[in-house]
């Protein structure tokens, strides 16, 4: 899929963290896709990927169970996982921070203002919007596709964007 990737020379660290309420679901799930993507591709050493959450609720569980199984049954690889925060430091430092929906925007310009950083994952897809959170609907499969389908555009933005 991103074959062309592979002989593109990096110009610099791209750093981006994904963030979702919890940082169980979603935003780890799209960190541990993405890792999978560019390892795939053979760029995982230009790339720092991270997750956090906005809330505070589930700081330091580990990756929702049926999330878990989800990554599992696509064949994406993850580690021990301990949610966190994000942080200021975080905004200062990451050059991309992937929100999974408006809610998660609103909460990061909340705490931290507006930032050009910040962008909603599926805007860099042919279809905007939001991805639904599976905690509550139930359907990771779902979550598993537009967030798949996100990071691979993501992907094809940077390398059209000549960031890779």
């Not at 994952?121 to 279809?127: G, I, K, Q």
């Amino acid at each position: 899929m991103f074959s062309a990737l592979r002989t593109l020379e990096i110009r610099e660290l791209i750093k981006v963290i994904f963030i979702c309420h919890g940082n169980i679901c979603r935003s780890p799930m799209a960190e541990y896709i993405l890792k999978k993507l560019i390892k795939d591709a053979g760029i995982e050493e230009s790339f720092e990927v991270d997750s956090a959450a906005t809330s505070r609720e589930e700081i330091g569980n580990n990756i929702y169970p049926p999330a878990k199984r989800c990554l599992v049954e696509h064949k994406v690889p993850f580690e021990v996982h301990s949610a966190r925060q994000i942080t200021k430091q975080d905004v200062e430092y990451y050059d991309y921070i992937v929100a999974m929906e408006d809610y998660n925007i609103r909460n990061l310009e909340r705490m931290f203002g507006p930032s050009h950083k910040i962008k909603r994952l599926l805007d860099f897809t042919d279809t905007p919007g939001n991805i639904s959170d599976p905690w509550y609907t139930g359907d990771f499969e779902t979550a598993y596709a537009e967030i798949e389908k996100g990071c691979a555009a993501f992907l094809e933005k940077l390398n059209g964007a000549s960031r890779l």
